[in-house]
């Protein structure tokens, strides 16, 4: 497998080096909006480890992640009072993964409406951080 670019966007995000929306954080994980949400609401949950997906994702750093996922999912559940979850992650190029530091997707999902095209519309900042603090404010 390709090795880890420590340059990737979602490492620069990690570090400070790129902006970001954050909604949580905790020692091994962190949790920011997607800037092409799928839906209202779209996150990701990203291990702090260096690492490019599941492939090469060792116990520990999964067993942390898993908490913080359904953490983040409680919380965009509530924040947008929103019927149900979808929890997505993808591996590698074939597996329709387009940054490669391991992250999981959370998108509230209503009864009804499908889901939107991935990575294709670039959401407002301002309705980002109102969408954010939306979930930020969730947390219980
Ligand atoms: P994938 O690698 O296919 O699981 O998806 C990468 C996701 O990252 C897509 O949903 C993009 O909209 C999202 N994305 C790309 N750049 C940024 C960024 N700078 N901040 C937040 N989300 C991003």
Redesign the pocket.
């Known amino acids: 497998m390709t090795a880890y670019d420590p340059d990737n ?2 490492a620069k ?1 990690l570090r400070g080096e ?1 902006p ?1 929306e954050k909604i949580y954080e905790d020692e091994d994980n962190f949790a ?7 839906g209202p609401g ?1 996150c ?1 949950v990203v291990p702090r480890a260096p690492i490019r997906n599941i492939l090469d994702a060792g116990d520990e750093v999964l067993a942390r992640l898993c908490p913080a996922i359904a953490r983040v999912a409680r919380a965009a559940k509530k924040g947008f009072d929103a019927d149900g979850v979808t929890i ?3 591996n590698e190029p074939a597996g ?5 530091h391991m ?1 999981v ?1 959370v998108i509230p999902r209503f009864d009804g409406v499908s889901l939107g095209p ?2 294709s519309n670039m959401e407002k900042p301002e309705i980002l951080a109102e969408n954010a603090e939306k979930i930020r404010k969730a947390f219980g």
């Open positions: 966007i979602f995000i790129l970001c920011f909006m997607d800037i092409m949400p799928r779209h990701l997505q992650q993808f329709g993964q387009v940054v490669f992250h997707h991935p990575a």
